[in-house]
């Protein structure tokens, strides 16, 4: 492994993603200096933004040099042979230095319909679909990392002692556990890149060892409080109060902007009421006052701020009113029949309701964010200013090859939210960017795998409060103006452009290594780039390949092998050329560092941009790790960018 190198004295910087390098690897500081003394001349755009950082001042956290290196920055000019280092060094360690540019100020004014929103699917879960754990933690961990969305399945509470329900579980783990590895587990021992890797602190909830015990009421000593589960399965519970404690408690750490809480209602009314009765307690303040009017139009986030949306199914008063004198009358009815039509009638019920009603006080709570059984976009639920379809990912492609302009439209002004299909046991991915540009602005990940559609939620979300305004061209209505649905397609709303794109890869430094490898010396790391843009089947309303499935970006092109954690590539570039079909910004550049080995190559490092946020010219690309947390790990390398 190569040492560090600390010529150059480097202000003391921070970036969201990774700290700035107190001193660089032999490779990289080579490459620096050869851009300093023109060998590798800055682009011109590039030179004027640095002459522009150097006379503005934005160098003086450069410990004081000599005389010569003072004068050094006053003769930075576009014919000057060279550059002062320790300016250069100044300026690619700030935040001008990285190849993604920082998300600008979001307009907060428009209804919330116009933002795609930061989401999770199942949160609750902190592994596989099917008998992993349970915890608060996890709704802790997406929120404080800028998750705005997440999801709630709430089940009847269990009077039944832990011990017994601990037991049970252990038990048909065990069983099933062999059956789930053999059927779902890669060919090889280690995982491929984009099959993804758990969350970091995904084993460390320290909520394993039993489930909660049911909370009591001291007015009802046999109360039992509702369950936080993945019903069906194997997965352990959680209490509903401790989840919603540590909603509370994460929420507005990382951003005041609203949190949308998705239920999943399994519980009876009796149930129903208590959740009532516990989201009113516990985010009391919080929580957005039921309407006394109609909803006629959506808020905008910046009039939300510190507030709780709930999304829960919506029953309209009438109905309740109804459903409960239907229900007096059918205990009357119960109450002089036989026994026999008693329990015909008790089966009928449960068949009419295998989900539970919702009633009308839960109900109430969705002031904004109503939620709705999707029927079509032409159903009079699609034209409510407050309704939100959830589809799952088939479902979604269905109702897009059927009417792929009308959904595009519709979602200009109306909420959606789409989540992956619940085969997918390992906790996958699909693809966000697919239904993104579809106007799709909650689309619900499994944050326990960082996978392909992860690494693309992050390219969606860096550096914002988890609330991304859509482009122009994507949005709909400003409040107080007439919505509608209408034929646009988005080939039609948008300009698309062809792109190329090219990336000289330098040197890298301080790369991760893959989870679970602890020698450098026998990190083998390439570099591969990928390129997410809009394929064409989704502006003709065609099937597309893959059902919106996570994968792969549809260009990609990879180094050559070097060796060890700070290692030289050699200006290797790769290129692509006259992509067809790009609009900016909701197209994907992925960087990732894989570990060149036999069978599948491991994820060490990743990063990925937003197009319109690449820089060109010569940038670093600060790195994740393969779990996602920041890493002092750095890419330099030199961009080129066109678009016609």
């Known amino acids: 492994m190569s040492s560090m190198v600390s010529s150059y004295d480097l202000p003391d910087r921070t970036s969201t993603t990774s700290a700035t390098p107190r001193a660089f690897s032999p490779h990289v500081l080579a490459y620096l200096e050869a851009i300093a003394s023109r060998k590798l001349p800055l682009p011109p755009e590039q030179l004027q933004e640095f002459r522009a950082y150097t006379s503005t001042g934005q160098s003086h956290a450069v410990p004081e040099a000599s005389s010569t290196a003072s004068q050094g920055s006053n003769s930075d000019t576009l014919q000057s042979p060279s550059i002062d280092i320790k300016n250069l060094l100044s300026y690619l360690t700030s935040p001008q230095g990285n190849a993604a540019i920082r998300l600008a100020a979001q307009d907060l004014s428009y209804p919330i319909s116009n933002y795609f929103i930061n989401s999770s699917h199942n949160t609750y879960l902190t592994g596989n679909q099917l008998y992993s754990e349970s915890s608060t933690d996890a709704y802790k961990n997406v929120l404080l990392r800028g998750c705005r969305c997440i999801e709630i399945d709430v089940w009847d509470g269990d009077t039944k002692s832990s011990s017994d329900n601990e037991e049970k579980w252990e038990e048909r783990k065990h069983k099933f556990q062999s059956h789930l590895h053999r059927s779902t587990s890669p060919r090889h021992s280690k995982g491929s890149s984009d099959k993804g890797h758990p969350p970091a602190d995904a084993s460390t909830t320290g909520e394993s060892s039993s489930l909660p015990t049911p909370w009591k009421s001291a007015s009802t000593i046999a109360r039992a409080e509702p369950r936080v589960l993945h019903g069906y399965t194997l997965t352990k519970e959680v209490s509903f109060r401790d989840v919603c404690m540590a909603v509370r408690e994460a929420a507005f750490v990382h951003s005041d902007l609203p949190i949308i809480v998705s239920l999943e209602v399994h519980a009876g009314k009796d149930q129903q009421e208590i ?231 330098l040197a890298g430094q301080n790369l991760p290594l893959p989870i679970g490898d602890h020698k450098p010396l026998g990190f083998s790391p390439y570099v591969k780039c990928e390129v997410h843009v809009e394929k064409p089947e989704e502006r003709t309303g065609a099937a597309i390949e893959g059902g919106g499935k996570s994968k792969e970006g549809e260009y990609k092109q990879m180094s050559k092998t070097s060796r060890g954690v700070n290692p030289d590539f050699g200006g290797e570039t790769v290129t692509f050329s006259n992509v067809p079909g790009v609009v900016e910004e909701m197209s994907f550049v992925r960087f990732k560092i894989q570990d060149d080995e036999i069978g599948t190559d491991d994820l060490a490092a990743w990063a990925c ?36």
């Open 275 to 505: 959740m009532v009765e516990i989201m009113e307690q516990i985010w009391k303040g919080f929580l957005v006052k039921p309407a006394t009017d109609e909803c006629e139009s959506l808020p905008s986030p910046g009039e939300l701020r510190k507030k709780i949306l709930i999304k829960v199914k919506y029953a309209a008063p009438e109905k309740v009113a109804s459903r409960a004198s239907k229900g007096r009358m059918q205990r009357k009815k119960s109450a002089s029949s036989s026994s026999s039509d008693s329990d015909n009638q008790r089966s009928e019920d449960v068949k009419k309701n295998k989900k539970s009603s919702i009633i009308e006080p839960l109900s109430a709570l969705g002031v904004y964010t109503r939620s709705y059984h999707f029927k079509d976009l032409s159903s009079p639920e699609a034209s409510v200013p407050c309704h939100v379809f959830s589809l799952s990912e088939k479902k979604f492609m269905a109702v897009h090859e059927s009417h792929g302009p009308t959904l595009f439209s519709h979602n200009r002004n109306y909420l959606m939210r789409t989540f992956p299909s619940g085969t997918r046991v390992t906790s996958s991915n699909l693809d966000p960017s697919v239904f993104w540009r579809k106007g799709v602005q909650i689309v619900a990940l499994n944050w326990q795998r960082y996978d392909a559609g992860i690494m693309l939620n992050e390219g969606m979300f860096a550096d914002s409060a988890g609330w991304v305004l859509k482009p122009k061209e994507y949005r709909g209505q400003r409040q107080g103006q007439k919505t509608g649905v209408s034929d646009e397609s988005q080939a039609d709303a948008i300009a698309h452009k062809t792109l190329s794109l090219s990336i000289e890869i």
């Open 609 to 644: 941009i937003r197009l319109d946020r690449l820089r060109a010219g010569f940038r670093f690309v600060r790195l994740l790790n393969a779990v996602g947390d920041a890493s002092q790990g750095l890419l330099l390398v030199k961009i080129e960018k066109s678009l016609v």
